[in-house]
């Protein structure tokens, strides 16, 4: 399982933290690694720590858009226009 580095910085603050608070290392070490980090850099390494990484499925929908045709722009005018001035001259009608 590959992990994101995010993933992977968290693993391993978690587990240098178990480490140097006393819980068992899980593999044998050289005598020259001493801080907790690197020792939980080499369990990664290993495949060998004792933390579970739950990862969510990201679910793909796909919708389908209904294309609606276009309308050249001086028709959508003229019939602004049009609808404007009919309204117009009924309001002017309504009043007289």
Not at 4 to 29: D, N, S, Y
Request: aromatic letters at 2%; zero cysteines.
């Amino acid at each position: 399982m590959s992990y994101t580095k995010f993933e992977i910085a968290r693993l391993l603050g978690a587990r240098a933290l178990q480490i140097k608070m006393g819980a068992p290392i899980l593999i044998r070490i050289p005598k020259t690694v001493e801080k907790p980090l690197d020792i939980a850099k080499l369990e990664l390494e290993k495949g060998v720590l004792p933390i579970t990484v739950k990862k969510r499925e990201v679910k793909r929908v796909r919708k389908k858009v209904k294309i609606i045709p276009e309308i050249p722009l001086e028709e959508k005018e003229e019939e602004k226009k049009g609808g404007i001035v009919e309204e117009g001259e009924e309001l002017i009608e309504e009043m007289e």
